[in-house]
């Protein structure tokens, strides 16, 4: 592989809860299940976008959180789709988590 496509790749993994089996097939031919629900690979930009839109796409009830090596200050990215009590927030340019309250049902 030349230096240039090596350097374009970066490390992703991606967690899924509730999705539907479809969709963890698809994760699953991009991506190495290394536990239920949990994938990783080392891809490119473009492919990473990609797999995304698959997600978007065919999450359903689900919940999916992404993360991939990035150059920013904390060393990575992230993004999520689906109801989930961990809501990503933007505090001065940094990428944080916060929490809802449990739903007492």
Do not use: C
């Not at 990473?48 to 990035?70: F, Y």
């Amino acid at each position: 592989m030349p230096a240039t496509a090596a350097a374009d790749m970066a490390m992703l993994v991606v967690v899924t809860e509730a999705v539907p089996p479809r969709l963890r097939g698809r994760l699953a031919v991009w991506l190495l299940e290394i536990r239920a629900g949990v994938y990783v690979g080392d891809v490119s930009k473009r492919v990473r976008e990609m797999i995304w839109e698959q997600i978007e796409v065919l999450v359903e009830d689900g919940n999916v959180a992404m993360a991939w090596a990035s150059r920013h200050e904390s060393g990575f990215e992230f993004q999520t789709v689906g109801v989930n009590r961990r809501i990503p927030i933007d505090h001065d340019g940094l990428r944080l988590v916060r929490f809802l309250p449990p739903d007492d049902k």
